[in-house]
């Protein structure tokens, strides 16, 4: 659902499947808590990868420098929600770029032209929802 955006904006950061909403949040806790994390450090993280993933899709124009050798940027998670299938398979990280570095699937393109997913057109909300219970071909189609 996050991917089927036609454009990149702050607002539009959070618009995802309920159900992918509740993992992705959940998860973080939940590891955090099994690593023994105070309330504090939990409480930090959050707010770090709130306001980096709202940054991260406000279609600003920034540039990575030496913080994009670690943290996702604009620039990075652009390519992530490009249109184009092969380039939207990299940069995978919401909030920390390393991983992707280290495990190959870091990608850097300055000309992502359209983003999105399918066939790049904007769904219903009702189609949005449907879309896990649809089969990754029948999701490339609509």
């Not at 607002?11 to 504090?40: C, K, W």
């Amino acid at each position: 659902t996050h991917h089927h955006v036609t454009k990149m904006s702050a607002a539009r950061t959070d618009r995802t499947h309920p159900l992918e909403f509740i993992a992705l949040n959940l998860g973080a806790v939940t590891v955090l808590a099994f690593m023994d994390a105070s309330p504090n450090v939990i409480a930090v993280i959050l707010v770090f990868r709130m306001i980096s993933t709202h940054i991260n899709h406000a279609n600003l124009p920034l540039t990575s420098g030496i913080f994009g050798w670690v943290f996702t940027t604009p620039e990075f998670h652009r390519v992530h929600h490009s249109l184009e299938y092969a380039e939207s398979n990299c940069n995978y990280g919401c909030t920390i770029i390393l991983w992707d570095r280290i495990f190959g699937t870091f990608a850097k393109n300055e000309h992502i032209t359209e983003v999105g997913n399918g066939t790049g057109k904007s769904l219903s909300l009702w189609k949005q929802l449907a879309l896990p219970f649809h089969s990754s071909e029948g999701i490339k189609k609509l």
